[in-house]
């Protein structure tokens, strides 16, 4: 249950600073703050920004899922309506798990990525330049 509590709470915080992150009102903040504690390099932050939209999405259906499965759980009856949320929860957290390895690797789709960072390469071509200047 606390586990739960956490997880809502950061899903609630991830929606707050969603707006911030979309608009790119603050962008040389947030770039500032990840760059003094962030250590596996500059492809990966840079790809860690991008996807902090889709990890609150799938933060969301992660709280939707384990709520559901606990409602389920707690019913002397299986198989209702909150066995098909779970389901349709876990599948959609399957699907925001691959478009976050798609964005942070190559960018792609731009409907899925900030629009202040859609100008950026992904990692895989961030790491190809950076190999190219050595």
Known sequence: MVTLAVLAVLAGFGLVRWRHLWSGEDLAKQDAA???????????RRAFIRGM???????????????????????????GASAKVVLGALALLGLIGLLHVSVTLFNRPKWAVPPPYRHEPGAITFWARSLRRR
């Open 53 to 79: 939209p889709l990890a609150v999405v799938g933060c969301w259906a992660l709280l939707v899922a384990w709520t559901a499965s606990m409602i389920e759980h707690r019913r002397t009856t299986t198989g």
């Open 34 to 44: 990840t760059r003094s504690w962030w250590l596996s390099g500059e492809a990966l």
